[in-house]
């Protein structure tokens, strides 16, 4: 089923970095003296590519004082004639990080690049360049597509801890040569903070790297660019985004917890209680640290459908930015629910343009788990799902409309993809077992946390019949990454039969099940 042989160029990820990795630590965490005091441009943070097409993509970086981007591409290691593209000044306004878009790149191909930072007063002055390679997307049927994906890094104050490797859940995803990287969600906890230990119920001590900004709660700018910042400190991390490029999405840690516009917080840590103030600060920070096209919009929006050739287009969902108010979720009638009318529309319009043999549906919430927001009275809901398994009531009555329009529609091959409830399983849908009926059988699988406390399973909920035929989850809620649960999901499109097979994977890549999907249905 595999679309090329494994391993692939990405298993030799640790050695081929290990060269470049005291050039690429952040200043106070090993850089070499004479480059650190040297006064030239450095790139501590590493580099990533994003949203890459057949013939374009975005590669990103962070300087640590105001600095000129510089990309070269070129087809060999060597950078044998090299193209150069003159990016962006990076400054104090974007927290000194910056994306030069490349374009014109030949499809199916790999692109090796690397970043230079040039010091504004005299280009000749440049830091030690960073490097990294990605593949664009390519027209070929028959290369295939691999991808991996899952969501929830550093939450419940379980953030990188030296002693276990800090986050190698990543050198196993690099190992399967993905495509591409499609984040769920939760690419940080703005809203937990991380101490230097933790007393775990065996009596170790997990063991934090800590930074200033990831003390408290996000509240300011300064503070939410500081938590995207923890995250690269990790070698792990690092090396990844160098090697494969990302599709990111956000959900509610990005900001804090269970949000939704509008609200107004109660909690206690908080000194700005607006969360719709501390959402734009977020996605400030949000679109400075991710290589994100449609966030440098005047819409500034999340959503996007990245296309991947004929075999695949990826619809990425933002659950945050236009839902209504938490609440029981027993209305009648819903018409903003939980994507928007305006996104809602969005949806159905790519999804019935799409000629793409997968139609993956990226969600940042699962459809028929009950995720509850908890309240003094009667818990209100963060997901769809609300417990009621008889008719769509609630953000369920938006869902419903749309598994409709696509059973309508006749859309082949849609699969939705997850992560959130910090475990992995697999749900089957079919309206023989489903109060709302209208709707064609689908799959739904979850994935993640990627480095944060894992929770047992949630609840189903009837309304479209769920059926889950795998998970695995602990018994106990917050197990640290030390007790293990922690996963990520590899999607494999196979370019002769076009049949996708999921796998859902631990840590260390051991696969725990596998589901072979066959293309051109509207329902499996």
């Not at 908080?270 to 501390?278: A, F, G, H, I, Q």
């Not at 050739?309 to 938490?326: H, K």
């Not at 819903?334 to 949806?347: C, F, K, S, T, V």
């Not at 159905?348 to 003094?376: H, N, Q, Y």
Request: aromatic fraction near 8%; hydrophobic fraction near 40%.
């Amino acid at each position: 089923m595999s679309h090329r042989p494994l391993p692939g160029r990405r298993s030799v990820l640790r050695g081929s970095l290990a060269a470049s990795a005291g050039l690429t630590l952040p200043v106070g965490l090993g850089a070499a003296p004479a480059l650190a005091l040297s006064g030239r441009p450095r790139a501590g943070w590493g580099v990533q590519t994003g949203d890459v097409t057949a013939n374009s993509g975005l590669v990103w970086v962070r300087s640590d004082r105001p600095a000129r981007m510089v990309v070269e591409t070129s087809a060999t290691e060597s950078f044998r004639n090299a193209r150069r593209w003159r990016g962006p000044l990076l400054g104090a306004k974007t927290d000194f990080t910056g994306t030069t878009r490349l374009h014109g790149l030949p499809s199916g191909q790999e692109i090796h690049y690397r970043v230079l930072l040039a010091d504004p007063e005299d280009p000749r002055r440049t830091g030690e360049p960073v490097t990294g390679s990605f593949r664009t997307v390519s027209g070929r049927r028959r290369d295939g597509v691999r991808f991996v994906w899952s969501g929830d890094l550093a939450g419940q104050g379980w953030g990188i801890n030296p002693e276990l490797g800090g986050y190698r859940i990543y050198d196993a995803m690099a190992a399967l040569d993905p495509d591409f990287f499609l984040c769920s969600g939760d690419n940080i906890y703005a809203d937990g903070p991380i101490g230097a230990t933790v007393a775990l119920p065996d009596g170790r001590t997990w063991r934090n790297v800590t930074t200033e900004e990831k003390s408290k709660v996000a509240e300011t700018l300064a503070e939410f660019r500081g938590n995207f910042r923890y995250n690269l400190l990790d070698e792990n991390l690092r090396a990844f985004n160098a090697r494969v490029p990302s599709v990111i999405q956000w959900d509610d840690h990005e900001v804090t917890n269970n949000w939704y516009p509008g609200e107004i917080l109660a909690d206690a840590r908080y000194t700005e209680k607006s969360v719709d103030v501390l959402a734009a600060r977020a996605r400030q920070a949000f679109s400075e640290y991710f290589p994100i096209s449609t966030l440098r919009r005047p819409d500034g929006r999340v959503h996007r459908v990245q296309h991947h050739g004929p075999l695949l287009d990826v619809f990425v969902l933002d659950m945050r930015t236009y839902r209504n108010a938490n609440s029981p979720g027993d209305q009648g009638a819903d018409d903003r629910g939980i994507l928007g009318e305006e996104q809602l529309a969005w949806l159905k319009r790519e999804l019935s343009r799409s000629r793409a043999v997968w139609k993956v549906i990226a969600s940042d919430m699962p459809l028929g788990l009950v995720v509850p927001d908890a309240t003094d009275g009667r818990p209100n809901i963060e997901a769809v799902a609300q417990g009621d398994p008889g008719a769509p009531l609630g953000r369920e009555l938006q869902i419903a409309e749309l598994l409709r329009f696509v059973k309508h529609r006749r859309i082949t091959g849609t699969v939705w993809l997850t992560a959130d409830v910090h475990h992995t399983s697999a749900q089957h849908y079919d309206p023989s077992r489903a109060a709302f009926k209208d709707f064609a059988p689908f799959w739904e699988f979850v994935s993640g946390p990627l480095n944060a406390g894992a929770f047992p399973a949630n609840a189903l909920d009837g309304t479209f019949g769920p059926d889950r035929v795998f998970v695995k989850a602990p018994a106990t809620a917050n197990v640290s990454p030390a007790g293990g649960y922690q996963f990520f999901g590899e999607v494999d499109i196979d370019g002769e039969s076009g049949e996708l097979t999921v796998r859902l994977r631990e840590q260390d890549g051991a696969v725990l099940f596998t589901k072979v999907l066959q293309p051109g249905r509207v329902g499996q």
